[in-house]
């Protein structure tokens, strides 16, 4: 039947997977490009046309500031965050505030927030997932970071929503990993995951008996990843052009996101070989002209770059077995999951730290989005022989007199779980109180993540210290938290669904759910020889366009240049694969070279 | 609604080892999860129960309490004995203290319910009830030696009291014993 096809995602910083299980079989679905992953980004064109993954991608090029990536990073944020901040100087687009702070990216000059731009991703998976079971997709058990806060799981939730996609369960990653790969159930034991992506870092503790997946301490940072590692080279090869050209490439959006793209090559060339080439023609301009960056990076000189970063993985790690009163010694099975533990120095530290190597059978790519698929088999009732509890990640509590935080739920305590506390009014004749709550592990309630608030009026005046008013907290299997306040006396009630206040309203959303609805026309161009052809078309219209902006500069020879742009376009017709390839690669160095000129001479009148 | 015990939810004897209880846990979790179930508020209300049966009886230290604390229920006005005629005016300002203090306990405010049995006490020292609930207070304080010290002072005025004579012991076997 359809409606038993649940789809599990792994949607990730950098790329997503899919899984299901298809004829009683887990299955890795392939997208349209046959591609096992996808990578998460989203190109918006000055058509309104949208192109999602391997295509997108290599749209960056052409539209570096409407080619969004990495949103991942800002689910569920706001812009204030330093740690958005961080990453807003490195990113070739912009990223404003919302209304209500939360922290957007823009592409052709229109705010999007990161959920609807993720559902551009989610859509794709399950577009092309529905091309393969030959049926309608409409649920999915979709994977966050253990570390994830409320606000981000609701925005992930949000996303799968416009999607067009009922997400039966947002589950954490290092679980669903766990959960795929294939350890002998029958046997006790304990298990440490160590998930680094591509932009978020979990440690996860868990005990597995009898088909029970017991998670014991889950612990993390929401914004350490594979991303960084990147940001770590290009540092190294814009000091390195400063130093050779007397050119600062910061701020220069164009130059970033080749720089980006080169930094994240270099790294998983680096995996494998000892030394990584980085070769970025046209750069950016000097007095002579085009300027180019050659460059060897070692895997020596990567180590030390990046070792702080390595270091910061560990100390979670130490944090997580003390919070679940394990040692190092009494850990069975390390798994490694996330594509940046193919890092060998990543590797080689976290098995001296645990003083054993890590479980085999594990693809660090695949098995987050598996676990997930199993998980939608479990709660299909296809999949009966195990279980999994998952704890909340954070500690969960209300604000209280003095602006302290008053904890009702401690962290690592396994959901669904509801606790009820009995407060008090603070003064005399007071007849209502605002509960506001939060999420985190300071004492003082505003050092915490703000995760809503409400009023409970109607209490009947007496003293202080005389009302009773009972505030219940309840979270459900997602982690999702349901809060209600009850006047003893009045029994009056009032409670909510913690909705991220920064997030979508539910107006909002069904907007959005329409609009996704009504853009579904994506390109069902399929085959890699014409989308390759396609993106060559696209890139010769941008530079023939380009070519037309009357701010030409009087130094580019637009007469050879057009000359040259029409024997590439005449090539693009009829090219095989590889000579497309070929193409491509030109045509994306001729538009190079003449934005490199055009942003050289700006604003300069030709004598 | 009586409550059901945690040996009752994990469907254990009450003198089953920790493997017996870590197994059916696991088996009656398989039973109510949700995940496994109708996904309804009464298999949710059945897990939530169950993970905190289990997280106390799985803990040796949190299962002696537990054990203690439904070996030796507080006593309420109901389980007040004896004859109840000719009450001095005393006794009667003892009673309504009592009452006071067993609301005060059932609220969670101890402090407030240590006042009120002391002071029940004080009007009225022989009253088993009033010291075997400031004893249980004493032992939730952390302080067996004051229960005991209240339970000696009790059963030299009532020896046959079987309560206070099992109190008694419990508080003897559970926290001086630990």
């Known amino acids: ?607 | 609604m009586p409550e059901k015990n945690y040996y009752e939810i994990l469907k254990v004897s009450r003198n089953a080892s920790i493997e017996d209880i870590e197994q059916h846990y696991r088996a009656v979790l398989y039973q109510v999860h949700p995940d496994h179930n109708h996904d309804d508020d009464a298999s949710v209300d059945a897990t939530i129960e169950l993970v905190e049966a289990f997280r106390v009886l799985s803990d040796p230290k949190a299962r002696k309490l537990y054990d203690f604390k439904i070996m030796c229920p507080m006593l309420t006005e109901g389980d007040i004995k004896g004859v109840k005629l000719l009450k001095s005016k005393e006794k009667k300002e003892a009673e309504q203290r009592f009452a006071e203090g067993v609301r005060a306990f059932e609220a969670g405010d101890l402090p407030k319910a240590v006042e009120a049995f002391k002071v029940a006490l004080k009007l009225e020292p022989d009253y088993p009830e009033a010291s075997y609930d400031l004893a249980l207070l004493g032992t939730q304080l952390g302080n067996a030696h004051f229960a005991l010290e209240v339970l000696g002072r009790a059963i030299k005025l009532r020896a046959d009291d079987a309560r206070l004579l099992k109190l008694r012991k419990s508080v003897t076997e559970t926290y001086l014993n630990v």
């Open chain 1, 1 to 607: 039947m359809a409606v038993d096809r649940v789809l599990g995602i792994d949607l990730g910083t950098t790329n997503s997977c899919m899984a299901m299980i298809l004829d009683g079989e887990l299955t890795v679905l392939n997208n349209r490009e046959g591609a096992r992953t996808t990578p998460s980004v989203v190109s918006y064109g000055r058509d309104g046309e949208v192109t999602v993954g391997t295509m997108a991608r290599r749209q960056a090029v052409v539209l570096p500031n409407d080619t969004l990536f990495s949103i991942k990073r800002l689910m569920g944020r706001k812009l204030a965050d330093p740690a958005v901040g961080r990453d807003r100087a490195l990113f070739p687009f912009e990223i404003v505030a919302a209304d209500n702070g939360d922290a957007w990216p823009v592409a052709q000059g229109q705010r999007l927030s990161p959920p609807e731009v993720a559902a551009q991703v989610l859509r794709k998976l399950k577009i092309d997932a529905e091309a393969i079971c030959g049926e309608p997709v409409n649920q999915a058990v979709i994977t966050v970071p253990a570390y994830f806060s409320d606000a981000q799981r609701q925005a992930t939730k949000d996303a799968g929503r416009i999607a067009g996609l009922e997400v039966l369960r947002i589950l954490n990653e290092p679980t669903a990993a766990s959960l795929a790969c294939g350890l002998d159930q029958r046997k006790d034991q304990t298990i440490v995951v160590y998930d680094l992506g591509g932009g978020t870092f979990d440690i996860t503790l868990l005990r597995l008996a009898g088909g029970v997946f017991e998670v014991r301490a889950t612990t993390g940072d929401t914004h350490l990843g594979g991303d960084d590692w990147d940001h770590a080279i290009i540092r190294i090869l814009i000091d390195e052009f400063k130093k050779l050209e007397g050119i600062d490439l910061t701020g220069d959006r164009m130059a970033l996101q080749r720089l980006k793209e080169a930094a994240e090559q270099a790294k998983i060339d680096l995996s494998w070989q000892l030394q990584a080439e980085v070769s970025l023609p046209f750069l950016a301009m000097g007095p002579e002209g085009p300027v180019h960056l050659t460059y060897s990076l070692t895997r020596d000189a990567f180590v030390v770059a990046t070792k702080a970063l390595v270091e910061a993985t560990l100390k979670p790690c130490e944090d997580a077995l003390r919070e679940a009163h394990l040692t190092k010694e009494q850990v069975d099975v390390i798994l490694l999951v996330g594509g940046m533990t193919r890092v060998p120095e990543i590797r080689r530290r976290v098995a001296e730290f645990f003083g054993k190597p890590a479980h085999p059978g594990v693809d660090p790519d695949e098995a987050v989005a598996i676990g997930a698929a199993i998980q939608g088999g479990i709660l299909k009732g296809q999949v009966r022989d195990k279980l999994l509890l998952d704890v909340t990640p954070m500690s969960l509590g209300v604000r209280v007199t003095g602006g302290m935080m008053s904890r009702l739920i401690d962290r690592n305590t396994t959901v669904p779980t509801r606790k009820t506390i009995t407060y008090t009014t603070a003064n005399d004749m007071q007849t209502s109180v605002r509960i506001g709550v939060y999420q985190g592990e300071a004492p003082l309630a505003a050092d915490n993540i703000f995760m809503g608030d409400f009023e409970l009026v109607g209490i009947k005046a007496d003293v202080r210290g005389a009302p009773q008013i009972d505030v219940t907290f309840d979270i459900d299997a997602n982690g999702i938290l349901k809060v209600k306040a009850f006047d003893k006396f009045t029994k009056l009630s009032q409670s909510i669904r913690i909705e991220p206040n920064s997030g979508l309203d539910e107006a909002q959303l069904a907007k959005m759910v329409d609009s996704a609805k009504a853009h579904s026309k994506i390109a069902k161009v399929s085959g890699e020889a014409a989308q390759y052809r396609l993106t060559c078309q696209k890139l010769a219209e941008e530079i023939a366009r380009e070519l037309q902006l009357p701010d030409l500069p009087s130094t580019l020879d637009k007469v050879a240049f057009e000359a040259e742009l029409q024997v590439l376009k005449d090539q693009i017709k009829e090219a095989e694969l590889d000579h497309l390839k070929a193409l491509l690669k030109e045509l994306n160095q001729a538009l190079l070279r003449l934005r490199v000129v055009r942003k050289h001479f700006a604003g300069v009148v030709p004598s």
